[in-house]
């Protein structure tokens, strides 16, 4: 049972590639959703799931994209990277209730120069 | 949700009790006070959550006031490797979201 699992951990991409993120969970959760973490602050919640084929905008969504064909998989996507974009992105999931926690994924490190 | 104040740091011998405290003035009757932390480097991590009783299990305890406007997280014997940052957030359940909105939290250092 790994819980929440990302790939890639480390990434460096120049200015203008693109990439995807990916982020499967084992435990059944119907919701999923993506953060960023910038050096010393908290976190940010980019864009998030609620169902396989659903998405919705979270509270810094522009300059990604995300799409969640299969209920287990959240993939978020960067189509033109900017220096901008360099922080730790964690994925996180948790069951539709609500009254119980989050689990997340241990991150991505991404670096855009 | 509700806005919540926290320390920014806090010390605590190994051992010993460590407190930390999470003001949420604001809050409204159906908001739940929930509790994580952040190890370096690693993604947060459940710590506990309560909406108005006063909450244990294996990690910690949630202590509420009667008002709900503050509450305490206890980790009864702290070691070194609870030094994290702790992040008390407030929010309501609701069916479409539940996102969790996280502030700076509290930097918590246990020593030997």
């Known amino acids: 049972n790994a819980g929440v699992t990302q790939t890639p951990k480390f990434r460096v991409l120049k200015t203008g590639q693109s990439m995807t993120l990916l982020c499967a969970q084992d435990?059944?959760?119907?919701?999923m959703y993506w953060y960023r973490q910038d050096p010393g602050m908290g976190l940010r919640l980019i864009h998030y799931?609620?169902?396989?084929?659903?998405?919705a905008k979270g509270e810094v969504p522009d300059g990604y994209n995300v799409s969640r064909l299969k209920k287990q998989n959240f993939l978020l996507g960067l189509e033109s990277a900017a220096p901008s974009q360099t922080s730790v992105y964690f994925c996180a999931s948790s069951w539709s209730t609500g009254r119980v926690g989050y689990t997340f994924g241990s991150g991505t490190r991404l670096t855009v120069v | 949700d509700a806005k919540t104040t926290q320390p920014p740091s806090m010390d605590c011998a190994e051992g010993r009790a460590a407190n930390l405290p999470c003001n949420h003035s604001t809050i409204s009757g159906n908001e739940y006070v929930y509790w994580y932390r952040q190890i370096h480097s690693q993604g947060p991590q459940y710590i506990i959550h309560g909406l108005k009783n006063n909450e244990t299990n294996e990690m910690a305890s949630l202590i509420i006031t009667e008002d709900r406007k503050s509450s305490t997280l206890i980790l009864p014997h702290a070691t070194l490797r609870d030094t994290a940052v702790y992040y008390c957030i407030v929010r309501v359940v609701q069916n479409a979201g539940n996102m969790l909105t996280f502030g700076g939290g509290t930097r918590l250092m246990v020593k030997p």
């Open positions: 799931s609620v169902g396989e084929g659903t998405t």
């Open positions: 435990m059944n959760h119907e919701y």
